[in-house]
């Protein structure tokens, strides 16, 4: 069993930062890509960071230059750091990360989510 625990999250005034993380545990073999999902209530998820296990990094538009993805690989452990954060920016954050448990078989693995609110 794979698990993916996230942390990080909670409230923050406008122009503020947070740091998120996401330690995956379990039966591991390899972790390739990881990266972070989003999405608010009646809005489909949507991307926002990735990196490879190579540290190759992709953002979406809205968040490039304020966001950071990154990746200990020693730690199987992901990282968004948010800075100059905006209400729009408010959701739950989810990690994900591609996986493989050691028989070669790899799958798509998803935290549990955290919430990241935006308010004065």
């Known amino acids: 069993q794979v698990q993916l625990v996230e942390s990080g999250g909670g409230l923050v005034q406008p122009g503020g930062s947070l740091r998120l993380s996401c330690a995956a545990s379990g039966r591991i073999g390899s972790i390739y890509a990881m990266g972070w999902y989003r999405q608010d209530p009646g809005k489909r998820r949507e991307p926002v960071a990735t990196?490879?296990?190579?540290?190759?990094?992709n953002y979406a538009d809205s968040v490039k230059g304020r966001f950071t993805i990154s990746r200990d690989n020693a730690k199987n452990t992901v990282y968004l750091q948010m800075n100059s954060l905006k209400p729009e920016d408010t959701a739950v954050y989810y990690c994900i990360a591609d996986i493989d448990r050691g028989w070669g078989t790899r799958n798509d693995y998803w935290g549990q989510g955290t919430q990241v609110t935006v308010s004065s």
């Open positions: 990196i490879t296990s190579g540290g190759t990094t």
